[in-house]
C-alpha cells in the first residue's frame, strides 16, 4: 500500500505522522509541487496534501496549484482516503465549491474548539490542547461540508466531506523540529511581527503533549480507512 503526500516546501512534511502511517503498513511517498509528476496522487491508497506558503489566491501564478485542487476532488469522488492540511485543506474547500477567504492570521499554538458533530471523530483527541497554526486565509467550507473545529478567528478550522479530511491546523508538526518552520518562514514572522522567540519557547512548552494528541488522532483516522496495522 502507498501513502503519497504532496509537499510544498521540504519543511511541511507528514512530520509526526509519518511514522504512525508507516506503522499502518504504507509505504511513504513525497511528490514535491512543481517539480514532480503528481498523477500517482490520484490512486494512491492514501493521500495526503501539505501546507505552504502560498494559496489559492496564487492559482495564476502557481498553476500546479490547479492540478492538484482537481487530484483532490478526483479522489473525492472515488471515495479514497484523503488528508489535506493547510494549504491543502484551502485547495480542496476551493475544488468543491466552496471558498477562500483573507482571514484574520493565527500563528501559533492554540486550542480549538470542537462542534458536536466531531465528537466520536478521530479530531476528539485535540479537544483542549493546544495545535499549531499558521495561516493567514479562512476556508468557507462548500455545501455539503460537516464542520469539525474553530476558533473565534477562524470559523471553519477542520471539515469533512465523503471520503476526505480538512484540517486547517497543523496536527502534523514535529514541535523539536520547529526550528525548520521558524527559518523558513522568517520573513512572514517579521511581517505579522510575531515574536519568533517566544513561538519557540511556546513549541517546547506544548509539543509533547501536542504530539501524543497529533498521533492518537491519525492513528483512529488511520484504523479508520479499514486498513492493517498496530
Known sequence: MRCVAIRHVAFEDLGIWEAEIAAHGYEVVYLDAGVDDLAPFASAELGFVLG?????????????????????VSRVTSGLPTLAVCLGAQLL???????????????????????????????RHLEGIPVLHWHGDRIVPPAGAT????????????????????????????????????????????????????LRERSREVGDDAAVAGILMIREWLRGQGKGGS
Open 147 to 198: 464542520v469539525l473545529a474553530s476558533t473565534p478567528a477562524t470559523p471553519c478550522q477542520a471539515f469533512a466531506y465523503g471520503s476526505a479530511l480538512a484540517l486547517q491546523l497543523h496536527p502534523e508538526v514535529d514541535a523539536e523540529r520547529i526550528e525548520r518552520w521558524l527559518i523558513g518562514h522568517t520573513g512572514e514572522l517579521r511581517s505579522l511581527g510575531v515574536s519568533v522567540t517566544a
Open 93 to 123: 474547500a476551493h475544488a468543491l465549491g466552496g471558498a477562500v477567504e483573507r482571514g484574520e492570521p493565527e500563528v501559533g499554538w492554540g486550542a480549538v474548539d470542537l462542534t458536536p458533530e466531531a465528537a466520536g471523530t478521530p479530531l
Open 52 to 72: 505552504g506558503p502560498v494559496g489559492v489566491a496564487d492559482l495564476e501564478d502557481y498553476p500546479v496549484l490547479a492540478e492538484e485542487a482537481a487530484l483532490l
